[in-house]
């Protein structure tokens, strides 16, 4: 079965950082892409950052610059590294995928099957 683990949320004051961290399991094939998402009070759910089955990441306007996101295909996580956090960053953060035999991605809700529990981020 396909799991999403995320980690890594807290309680920051504006300007200090956070890493969060997916750990992905259950795909067939090494080809999964991976997304992370955002969702603040009374918002629809956006997305931050994704990253292809090649390791090449793209993010949203509100975060370029200032969070990093990379894949250890070797172990099969993702990290979120968060600097300069903005209390508008603050919200549930959830990892998302889709694999196997995912090889481009676009940072959309609907591109993504499989999402992690969240974890909560405050600034």
């Known amino acids: 079965d396909v799991q999403l683990v995320e980690s890594g949320g807290g309680s920051v004051q504006t300007g200090e950082s956070l890493r ?3 750990a992905f399991s259950g795909y067939s094939n090494d080809r999964v892409c991976m997304g992370w998402f ?3 009070t009374g918002k629809e759910r956006e997305g931050v950052a994704a990253i292809d089955s ?3 990441p793209r993010y949203s306007d509100s975060v ?3 969070f990093t996101l990379s894949k250890d295909n070797n172990q099969n996580i993702v990290y979120l590294q ?3 956090l903005r209390p508008e960053d603050s ?3 959830y ?3 889709r694999g196997p035999n995912c090889y481009s991605v676009l940072l959309e809700r609907r591109y993504f099957y499989d999402w992690g529990q969240g974890t909560q981020v405050t600034v």
Do not use: F, T, W
Request: include cysteine; charged fraction near 15%.
């Open 95 to 97: 990892c998302a995928a």
């Open 54 to 56: 090649y390791g090449a």
């Open 20 to 22: 969060l961290s997916c």
């Open 91 to 93: 919200g549930m953060y």
């Open 38 to 40: 955002r969702q603040r």
């Open 64 to 66: 370029a610059g200032r």
């Open 82 to 84: 968060m600097n300069s």
